[in-house]
């Protein structure tokens, strides 16, 4: 056998057995010309045969590495040694392509030595080591974490971490390499994503999970973690490559604007969103145990007052106080939430009886007594609570909420602080009191309101000292409607705005007419609410108008009823100093109709004060009647004030007035009210 084989060989061509080789093949004399190649040696190179066999072998290489590629050549001649070294040869074209090289000294008897050698492309190498090198580098710079971890049975202990793994978890590499992956895991936390991430290990697929994770100094941090099986050629799962993401920031800034959304920003309560979700869960949770839920809506009964008085600091500092009142009263399984303005609603779950819900309104009621010290100042803040109860007074949130609503408006008629429970009959209250909005709205469109003038005029000459302008509502069903009939609606829908100051802008325009009639110190009187002066912009609208339409200031008169000049008297001062310095007087209406405040009738520069109609009517043939009206009368005289007495109907009434020193009088004994034009035709006759 050893015969055949060495007979084969001898009979194969060297060339031949060259050519088979995977790489370059080549042999060098002593002086470095190649006296033997292989056929790759010339397609590396891109030299024919008969250029090879004059070219050094120190050409083909680049002149900043011939050096070393000479020394390596001495090398195996002088020291007869095996050298190998790396280098790029150069081609034809310019081009070059790295080598690994091995050569050996062969010495031939009787003629020499040479070096044999072959060389290795070294050009798929060097693509996978920088690939290498790229990857490992991307592993270094990756802002996420990375883990690499061994799959041995149930433990996967770690292998690999990155720089960001260490950064975010705090342990150096050296902690955590060969620790179970499950290390960092905050016990007692997220149960369910770690067994689903588990269950994933244990039947080799990916997953993304979603947990917490303790830092080495013990603080958690959200982990956004995306898991990979790894597999060898044999699809066995050797590995599993986990990507961890630090997610805290991004959690805590989700928070804040769930927290934005779902609360109020001033005061940090649950907003108008939050308290239905609350409200429909205490209602489902009442449902399963058979109690009660109480919502009480509450409303602050100085709220504006402060606002408009001290300003909006003063106002969001109240309300501050007034959210850590209520939530310092309640439960926590309570929700106190702001509507918006001055509107609080809480919903009292799990109530097992209405005994219960009871004390817990003595509760709020007990936190909001004690005075609140705002910018220096003690202030009494009081408020009207409507009470609705489910499933009495209705099955959803949003009828619940409609409920309480209403009972709270019935509660501010029944003075500050009442607390109202809803009934039945309140709804139909409530809806008259929506159809009377809209149909104002309506009207304030479509221009059916309208001013009718009435003359006050002196008692002893007759001579006209002024004229009231009275509002009138021309309803489509109802008929025309004396302002009692729908300006308490107005005021408190705050309609009562608009609708003022569309009357200023028509008694504005009589006065011009008055001035073109000849009249032109004829004063106007206009009555005003306490909501219209309570305007930040109120005096200055009003100079506004007077300047556009080119009247006298002095010829507009303000009428405030008496009882809400003395509810907050400091408000009344301005008032009255900011009329002062516009030229505007100021009139008392309703004058007697209750508590009389003299002192401070005296400090408002009140220009006239209109006696009620209720004290004239008093006034009759018998002994002894009119005894308020000359106390009245007498007020006004020791004020230096005069005294209008209005509503006089009667010869007798009349009589009576002149003969106890009032001055002038107002009613429908001297003239009905009158249109426009019926005012410009009696002031002609007269």
């Keep these: 056998m050893m015969e055949s084989a060495a007979a084969l060989v001898g009979n194969l061509p060297l060339r031949d057995v060259m050519d088979l080789l995977a790489g370059t093949f080549y042999v060098l004399d002593e002086s470095g010309h190649f006296v033997l190649w292989n056929r790759q040696l010339e397609q590396v190179t891109g030299l024919s045969p008969e250029r090879l066999r004059t070219v050094h072998m120190l050409e083909l290489f680049d002149p900043d590495m011939r050096a070393r590629v000479a020394k390596a050549f001495c090398t195996v001649f002088q020291s007869n040694e095996r050298v190998q070294i790396e280098a790029r040869v150069r081609n034809a074209t310019g081009g070059t392509t790295p080598f690994l090289f091995v050569g050996s000294r062969l010495s031939i008897v009787g003629d020499g030595s040479y070096m044999c050698g072959m060389g290795v492309d070294l050009t ?13 580098r991307a592993l270094m710079a990756a802002s996420n974490g990375i883990v690499i971890t061994r799959h041995e049975g149930r433990d996967n202990p770690i292998e690999y971490v990155n720089p960001a793994f260490e950064r975010i978890s705090g342990y ?4 955590s390499i060969n620790h179970d992956s499950r290390f960092m895991a905050a016990r007692g936390m997220d149960d369910d994503q770690r067994t689903y991430l588990a269950n994933a290990i244990a039947e080799h697929r990916a997953a993304t999970v979603v947990f917490r994770n303790q830092r080495k100094n013990g603080e958690l941090f959200w982990n956004h973690l995306t898991v990979t099986p790894v597999r060898d050629q044999a699809g066995h799962v050797t590995h599993f490559i986990g990507i961890i993401e630090d ?15 779902t609360h109020d920003p001033l005061t940090g309560l649950a907003n108008r969103l939050l308290l239905r979700d609350r409200l429909e869960h205490a209602v489902q949770a009442a449902q399963r145990d058979n109690d009660k839920v109480a919502v009480i809506l509450m409303d602050l009964n100085k709220f504006k007052e402060i606002n408009d008085t001290m300003g909006h600091s003063a106002g969001d500092t109240v309300l501050k106080h007034v959210a850590q009142r209520l939530q ?3 439960r926590e399984s309570d929700t106190v939430a702001r509507l918006g303005g001055d509107e609080f609603v809480m919903v009292l779950a799990a109530q097992p009886s209405l005994r219960y819900t009871l004390k817990m309104i003595e509760r709020i009621r007990r936190a909001m007594a004690p005075e609140m010290e705002i910018d220096g100042r003690w202030l009494s803040v009081g408020a009207s609570m409507g009470v609705a109860v489910w499933p009495d007074d209705g099955r959803t949130p949003g009828d619940l909420l409609h409920a309480a609503d209403t009972a709270m408006y019935e509660g501010k008629n029944g003075g500050p602080d009442a607390v109202h429970f809803y009934s039945p009959g309140m709804a139909d209250n409530s809806a008259a009191r929506q159809r009377m909005e809209a149909a104002l709205r309506d009207a304030l469109e479509r221009d059916d309101l309208y001013l009718l003038f009435q003359p006050h005029v002196a008692v002893d000459t007759g001579k006209i000292l002024g004229v009231e302008a009275l509002l009138r509502w021309r309803h489509p069903e109802r008929g ?3 302002p009692a009939d729908f ?7 705050g309609l009562i705005v608009p609708l003022g100051r569309r009357v200023l802008e028509e008694v504005c325009s009589m006065l011009r007419r008055l001035a073109e009639l000849g009249f032109p110190d004829l004063p106007i009187s206009v009555n005003a609410s306490s909501r219209e002066f309570s305007q930040r912009d109120y005096l200055p609208h009003i100079a506004k108008r007077i300047a ?10 303000l009428e405030m009823r008496e009882e809400q000049l003395m509810h907050n008297p400091e408000q009344a001062t301005r008032l009255a100093n900011g009329l002062q310095e516009l030229g505007i007087s100021l009139s008392v209406d309703e004058f007697g109709a209750g508590m009389n405040n003299l002192s401070c009738l005296r400090q408002l520069q009140v220009s006239q004060l209109k006696m009620t109609r209720q004290r004239v009517q008093e006034i009759d043939a018998m002994p002894g009647s009119g005894a308020l009206v000359k106390t009245m009368l007498d007020i006004g005289n020791n004020l230096n004030i005069r005294v209008v007495a209005t509503g006089v109907e009667t010869r007798d009434q009349h009589d009576f007035l002149a003969a106890n020193g009032c001055t002038s ?15 410009e035709e009696w002031l002609a006759a007269h």
């Design 124 to 136: 798929r190498h060097y693509r996978q080591r920088d690939k290498l090198e790229l990857f490992e």
């Design 172 to 175: 150096a590499a050296v902690e």
């Design 247 to 261: 997610i805290t920031a991004l959690k805590q800034r989700t928070a804040q604007l769930e927290h934005l959304v």
């Design 328 to 330: 310092s009263a309640l």
């Design 480 to 482: 025309e409607l004396l």
């Design 487 to 493: 300006l308490p609606d107005a005021e408190e829908s």
């Design 548 to 557: 556009h339409h080119g009247v006298n200031p002095a010829s507009l008169t």
């Design 665 to 679: 009088v107002q009613g429908n004994y001297i003239s009905q009210p009158m249109t426009r034009p019926a005012l």
